[in-house]
């Protein structure tokens, strides 16, 4: 089956990391761009990462220097690592895969909460 | 950087047509593909429509797509509307290796 399975997502503290993992299956992950979105309840959705098939890497600019992203083909796997969280980093964070490169984001994930409190 | 701007809310009866709107400010409609997400509450995203016009196979052809370079902005229309299309439509495009989304509208249908 062709999807996308978030991990990682939960409870931290303002200032705490958490590393956030998308599992692919189904399809050749490594020659798909991959991204993650977030959504805070309520509102819309952020686009906030987004690395390439020759691990070119692009942020949002309120989480450059915060946030990494990466991805390891051989475990079909992408990793949002997430430092210095903010209250305003909280949202359902959602894994997406770009067909073709030009931001069609075709398949997602069911995404996962993560809830940056005290 | 740039924006998209979406109506926050529209309505419409049962088997209307109706036209969501998406305005980019800084940057050429024209000059990066425009894409469109249905979300229902409680699920993911899905994409009715990318590259400005295209249909992703299982969407019915009641949806389409353009971009409108005169007004800088692209549409959604959605024709024969159904209950079921009642959820948020979201534009999204992209720009210098930066994606965004539209502040998504809210569809109902009723």
């Known amino acids: 089956e062709v999807q996308l399975v978030e991990s990682g997502g939960g409870l931290v503290q303002p200032g705490g990391s958490l590393r956030l993992s998308c599992a692919a299956s189904?399809?050749?992950?490594?020659?798909?761009?991959m991204h993650w979105v977030r959504q805070a309840t309520g509102k819309g959705l952020e686009w906030v990462s987004g690395i390439g098939t020759s691990d070119d890497t692009y942020y949002l600019g309120s989480v450059k220097g915060r946030f990494t992203i990466s991805r390891e083909n051989a475990k079909n796997s992408s990793y949002l690592q997430m430092n210095s969280l903010r209250a305003g980093d909280t949202a359902v964070y959602y894994c997406a895969r770009d067909n073709g490169g030009t931001g069609n984001f075709d398949l997602w994930g069911r995404g996962t909460l993560v809830s940056v409190s005290s | 950087n740039f924006m998209l701007t979406q109506p926050h809310s529209v309505s419409e009866s049962p088997g209307k047509t109706v036209t969501i709107s998406c305005t980019r400010s800084g940057g050429s409609i024209a000059s990066n593909y425009v894409q469109w997400y249905q979300q229902r509450p409680g699920s993911s995203p899905t994409t009715v429509i990318y590259?400005?016009?295209?249909?992703p196979s299982g969407v019915p052809d009641r949806f389409s797509g353009s971009i409108d370079s005169s007004s800088n902005s692209a549409s959604l229309t959605i024709s024969g509307l159904r209950t079921e299309d009642e959820a948020d439509y979201y534009c999204q495009s992209y720009d210098a290796s930066t994606f965004l989304f539209g502040g998504g509208t809210k569809l109902t249908v009723l």
């Open positions: 590259e400005d016009n295209q249909r």
């Open positions: 189904g399809f050749t992950f490594s020659s798909y761009d």
